[in-house]
């Protein structure tokens, strides 16, 4: 079936420090790539995307490459800030009707 | 542009109550999802309306759950009885036209729904 695995979290950092998150994917067919991010208090906002094979995507500093070999869409950004602290949820999409499948989360800590 | 609505914003009730929960999507959006986001687990999508008929309700527990898409606008989800295992943050989304690669769905700071 179709499904996305995120690293576990907690992540801890300290500002300025690098990120990773892992994200990878099983998917019959070629599915579309999302970030999405939940900061405390509000709903999911969309982070960044790619709709094919080496796409990138990229907003707020944040990066991450559509890997079909790898079938993976790891989250990167070269310093972090106090203010990303939040949950990252990596998701698929499939076509027709637009039907997004998350993983389960991994949360963000940044301290001073 | 104002943006997707929910509530309420949190509800407590106890096991074999009913509970309903209402979403207001972004205007002109055709398509309305409603989404169980359980402690610890993405969302998982529960039912998908393009205007007002269903496209996608196959995780949605028929025998206790149900949703209605009046005049293709408003969405209404409830859940009865409730058990505790419906514990979750029930989350609202829309989108403008379905189907196309770009389109985005935006979503609602959703209802978080307790069962004692």
């Known amino acids: 079936g179709n499904s996305v695995t995120q690293m576990e979290g907690p992540v801890t950092l300290s500002e300025e420090a690098f990120l990773t998150i892992n994200c990878t994917y099983t998917?019959?067919?070629?599915?579309?790539l999302f970030w999405y991010v939940q900061y405390p208090g509000e709903g999911l906002q969309l982070l960044l995307k790619a709709t094919k094979a080496d796409d990138k995507g990229s907003n707020k500093g944040f990066e991450a490459t559509y890997r079909k070999e790898t079938t993976s869409f790891h989250l990167e950004k070269g310093s972090v800030q106090v203010s990303d602290s939040a949950v990252y949820f990596c998701a698929l999409r499939l076509g027709g009707y637009n039907k997004l499948i998350f993983g389960a989360g991994t949360r963000l800590a940044v301290h001073p | 542009e104002a943006g997707v609505a929910q509530s309420p914003r949190y509800k407590i009730i106890e096991k074999r109550q009913s509970v309903a929960f209402w979403c207001n999507p972004i205007?002109?959006?055709?398509?309305l999802y409603w989404y169980q986001q359980i402690l610890g687990q993405g969302p998982k999508l529960l039912i998908q309306f393009q205007n007002n008929g269903v496209v996608d309700d196959s995780q949605l527990p028929k025998d206790r759950f149900s949703a209605e898409r009046l005049k293709g606008v408003d969405s209404t989800l409830k859940i009865q009885p409730a058990k505790l295992e419906d514990s979750a943050v029930y989350l609202c989304?829309?989108?403008?036209?379905?189907?196309?690669?770009?389109?985005?769905?935006?979503f609602g700071p959703g209802t978080r729904l307790t069962v004692l």
């Open positions: 989304a829309s989108s403008f036209v379905p189907g196309l690669r770009d389109d985005e769905q935006f």
């Open positions: 998917a019959t067919g070629y599915p579309s």
């Open positions: 205007s002109g959006h055709a398509t």
